[in-house]
Each structure stands twice: as structure tokens, then as C-alpha cells.
């Protein structure tokens, strides 16, 4: 059996290589011509390293308990998208294991977000423009603890 990593281990990691997103993204359901296109906000949370470092995304799935692990170029990526696991695993484990760097603001907007969107997602309702526009704020609020190099956030959005 994996060996799990401490807690403060993970988030003394994350606030070094982790980072957590806020999308608008557009999709469309079907690629027939006419068909509308949808919008949805998406919060995720992922590591970014050289693919040679694998095991330790590998030990951070594990002791997390969720996510997925795949490989671009010559990088490894830890991501976790699905709102259920965010609510229930990664939220709950970077409120028990507090984040030390900026990045602490940066989780408390998205943990905001990520709540907002879970009630529509679970009510299956769309956004008001009140709750829109208030994810548009919170986004804006996040760049403030990103890294001038993100580029997270280029060509997207904001409007419905």
C-alpha cells in the first residue's frame, strides 16, 4: 500500500506549485451547425511539474484522494475538476491544512467560487446575472495572488 504524505507536507507544496483556477468556458454539445453554445464557470485545482517528478503527483493523488494525472509534453499535471471532490476532499483538506503563502487568499476566493457554482450545478440552474457577475469578480480578485507569468486567464471572456 502507497505511503500517504503529511498534510502540511501537501500544502506547504501547494503553496509553492499549486494552483487554483477559475474558468468561463464556452462548449458546444453538439458539432451540428445551429446548435447553441453553452457557458459554464469551472473551478479546478492542479499541479504543474516536470514529468520526472510523476511520484510525487502519484503520492498527492493518493493521499488526497482524487484527481487524475496526465502528461503534456514534457510535464506531469495533477488536476482536480470534479466539484464533488473539490467540495468533499480538497476543500475540507486545505481548510484542516492551512496554506501559508498568498496563495491562502487566493484558495479562500476560489473556495467562494467553487461553493457559488455547486449550488446552481446541484439545483441544475443557470446563472443570474447577479451570480455571473459575481464570479467575474472573484476571478478578478484572484489575479491579484497570481503570478505575472500566468497566463491562466488570456482570451477569455467575462461577459454572457
Known amino acids: ?7 502540511d507536507y501537501i500544502a506547504g507544496f501547494v503553496d509553492g506549485e499549486g494552483c487554483f483556477y477559475l474558468t468561463y468556458r464556452s462548449e458546444k454539445k ?3 451547425p445551429g446548435q447553441p453554445i453553452y457557458h459554464r464557470w469551472v473551478p479546478y485545482f492542479a499541479i504543474v511539474l516536470r514529468e520526472d517528478d510523476r511520484e510525487i503527483l502519484e503520492k498527492i493523488k493518493h493521499t488526497v484522494g482524487c484527481g487524475t494525472i496526465s502528461y503534456t509534453q514534457n510535464q506531469v499535471r495533477f488536476n482536480v475538476q470534479n466539484i464533488t471532490d473539490i ?14 503563502a498568498k496563495k491562502y487568499n487566493d484558495f479562500i476566493l476560489w473556495k467562494e467560487a467553487a461553493q457559488l457554482i455547486s449550488k ?11 451570480q455571473h457577475q459575481e ?4 476571478r478578478e480578485k484572484m489575479k491579484l495572488y497570481k ?9 477569455q471572456p467575462y461577459t454572457k
Request: hydrophobic share 30%.
Open 30 to 32: 453538439y458539432s451540428r
Open 120 to 130: 446552481n450545478i446541484y439545483n441544475n440552474r443557470n446563472y443570474s446575472d447577479k
Open 1 to 7: 500500500m502507497e505511503q500517504k504524505l503529511a498534510g
Open 147 to 155: 503570478s505575472k507569468m500566468h497566463r491562466g486567464y488570456k482570451n
Open 135 to 138: 464570479l467575474v469578480n472573484i
Open 87 to 100: 467540495l468533499e476532499k480538497i476543500i475540507p483538506f486545505f481548510d484542516k491544512y492551512k496554506l501559508q
